[in-house]
């Protein structure tokens, strides 16, 4: 059972952190270029990843209990690995996927003013910089 919450855990954050971190990057592209319908799909999809990285979570509470190690949520790196991960996420949900939506509501108002392209890039930068602190604590577990 282990090995099936390993995978789980291991696909879910491939398939859906990986997203996650990739899609607000493919909207800059689509701000830049005026696309205001697709910034607005890429917006949705953003938010709806970030929450379904729950699920990475979940599953990894569940290698964590069949663990044969000494592992709990105190252990240094798994605390810091959901610390990361949770900020990361409301960087997302509170920062990025906001941005996102008024850029797509002004492109699609025809004004290139306000795309909050910064804030698009700032926020997607530092969130997916954390996500790969995850993963470095993932695999390293100092």
């Not at 979570?57 to 605390?79: A, C, K, Q, R």
């Not at 850029?103 to 698009?120: C, F, H, K, N, V």
Request: hydrophobic share 60%.
């Amino acid at each position: 059972m282990e090995t099936l919450f390993s995978v789980l855990h291991v696909v879910a954050a491939v398939f859906i952190v990986g997203p996650m971190a990739i899609l607000p990057m493919t909207a800059m592209r689509a701000v830049r270029a005026g696309n205001g319908s697709q910034v607005a799909v890429l917006a949705k999809s953003t938010m709806i990843f970030s929450w379904l990285s729950v699920l990475v979570v979940v599953f990894g509470f569940g290698i964590m209990g069949m663990s044969e190690y000494d592992i709990s949520i105190s252990t240094p790196w798994i605390l810091w690995s959901l610390v990361l991960w949770a900020a990361a996420t409301i960087i997302n949900l509170v920062l990025v996927v906001p941005s996102m939506r008024k850029a797509a509501a002004a492109l699609s108002d025809g004004s290139a003013e306000g795309s909050g392209y910064p804030a698009i890039a700032a926020g997607s930068g530092i969130s997916t910089i954390l996500l790969i602190a995850v993963v470095v604590l993932m695999v390293w577990k100092p």
